[in-house]
């Protein structure tokens, strides 16, 4: 049998696993400097979804900073202070659901992606989390009826919120700097949205970005304060791994959509994205997989000002294999138009 060739000091996987061990003492440093001041961990529990006798929990265990006296409830929260949490890893969290508690472990990130079992009635459901016998909270998800036949997917950046992320400099002053209430929403899109998920009651939302986990209560203060519907979010972890500096943000949207398909066999979905990225890409790649899942696909057409910061366009030219509609726009009221021609608004 043939040996595997030895990783040499110079051999780029082995530089970016150190790199990661490295990162995981410095987290764990600072969680020993957070603990010896008092501080404990507290879980944020994250907006999940379920279907028959199951439910997705997220959330994210983090010692937080205490509240300055100029932190006040109604302030705008600037995106930096949502990243200076320390993640816990490996925490052991209580999840309640009725009247059963199940101890599951967070990842070496602190987060908790796991399905329980539950047996909740359709719609918005809550129930309770807690790490280390602290105070429990409420968590929420929203359970799928089994008649359910539709439901959305759709992308966060340059979809529904004007970011220009792809390049690195704006993203990190979006992320880090600019104050959530500046941040603005892309025109049309929440009234799209709105209609689409009331003209398919019980349609399940899930908003996927390849946003990190902790920009999630921003994203969501957002999503709230400019009218969007409520949904399930899925977010992912930012750093490194064994293999690679960062987490690759198109394989955390390609396993989620597999994965949809996969638990809800019965629904096709909208995926709404746009043309700055590779939700093109990827929607024709799953359309080509699970063409049963997919209602149609609606992509955001970038105007040439945002094409520019967002380094160009990323598309498809030819979707006549994909067998569904698919439509694009520059904003939500024109994709709302071609939706209605192909009967999936009214």
């Given amino acids: 049998m043939a040996s595997r060739p030895a990783q040499t000091a110079h051999d780029p996987a082995r530089r970016i696993h150190w790199f990661a061990r490295l990162e995981r003492r410095f987290h764990a440093w600072r969680e020993r400097v957070a603990r010896k001041k008092g501080r404990t961990p507290v879980v944020l529990p994250f907006q999940g979804y379920g279907g028959d006798g199951w439910v997705r929990v997220l959330g994210r265990v983090l010692i937080v900073p ?55 009635e359709p719609g918005w459901q809550t129930f309770r989390m807690s790490v280390e016998g602290g105070e429990a909270v409420e968590a929420h998800s929203f359970v799928v009826d089994p008649s359910v036949r539709f439901g959305v997917v759709s992308d966060v950046d340059d979809t529904v919120m004007v970011t220009a992320l792809p390049r ?134 970038l105007t040439t000002a945002e094409a520019v910061l967002a380094g160009g366009r990323v598309s498809v030219d030819d979707h006549s294999a994909a067998g569904v509609p698919w439509m694009s726009s520059p904003d939500g009221a024109g994709l709302a138009k071609r939706l209605e021609r192909t009967g999936i608004l009214s």
Avoid: C
């Avoid at 302030?75 to 659901?97: E, K, L, N, Q």
């Avoid at 908003?207 to 969007?228: D, E, K």
């Avoid at 994205?273 to 939700?279: P, T, V």
């Fill in 66 to 120: 205490p509240p300055t006296g100029r932190m006040r409830r109604n302030d705008g929260v600037r995106g930096w202070r949502s990243f200076v949490g320390i993640a816990v890893a490996y925490a052991s969290v209580s999840v309640t659901i009725g009247d059963e508690t199940h101890e599951v472990v967070a990842d070496r990130g602190g987060v908790v992606d796991i399905v329980l079992p539950a047996s909740l």
């Fill in 168 to 301: 690195p400099l704006l993203a990190a002053w979006n992320s880090f700097v600019l104050n959530e209430h500046a941040r603005q929403p892309v025109p049309g899109m929440a009234v799209l949205l709105e209609r689409l998920v009331k003209e398919h009651p019980g349609a399940p939302m899930i908003y996927l970005s390849t946003g990190a986990w902790n920009v999630a209560p921003t994203l969501n203060r957002f999503l709230h304060r400019n009218l969007f519907p409520r949904g399930a979010m899925l977010l992912t972890d930012w750093g490194p791994t064994h293999d690679r500096w960062f987490r690759s943000g198109r394989e955390h949207k390609e396993s989620n959509l597999r994965r949809l398909a996969r638990e809800f066999p019965e629904i096709t979905w909208l995926l709404v994205g746009d043309d700055g990225q590779h939700d093109d890409e990827i929607y024709t790649e799953f359309t080509a997989e699970y063409p049963a899942s997919v209602a149609g696909v609606a992509i955001r057409r």
